[in-house]
């Protein structure tokens, strides 16, 4: 095999050579935290969306919890990223809970009272 082979050989591979980088890129930084948080994130919000779309008035709190928690494991493994504790999972279903609450204006008024003057001190 001569040089002038070779060279062809790698000329002739670089869209596959270029294909194959691009591919390992991607998987790369879908592994990335912040694109692994965002996809979360993205993943809650649908779970807790879908919950409150597939409930009919008949699910106690916790059981939607559950469903949300088993839809977000779902999701996740079916993406290929890490499922977090559902401790955390929990927390997450929560905040995208009260986001949704607060977007539909279901949130009560919070009563603080009277906020008693703060001078400044020196």
Avoid at 28 to 48: C, H
Avoid at 59 to 85: C, D, F, G, R
Avoid at 96 to 120: C, F, Q, S, W
Wanted: aromatic share 4%; proline share 7%.
């Amino acid at each position: 095999m001569q040089l002038s082979d070779i060279l062809n050989i790698i000329i002739a591979g670089i869209p596959v050579e270029c294909f194959a980088l691009l591919w390992i890129w991607s998987i790369i930084k879908r592994r990335l935290p912040e694109n692994i948080q965002a996809q979360i994130g993205t993943f809650v919000t649908t779970a807790v969306q879908m919950v409150e779309q597939l409930d009919n008035g008949s699910l106690t709190s916790a059981q939607k919890k559950q469903m949300a928690v088993q839809a977000i494991h779902n999701m996740l493994e079916a993406a290929h990223l890490p499922v977090p504790p559902d401790a955390i999972i929990s927390d997450l279903i929560e905040s995208a809970v009260y986001l949704l609450n607060l977007e539909r204006g279901k949130l009560p008024a919070i009563k603080t009272g009277v906020v008693p003057a703060v001078r400044p001190t020196r």
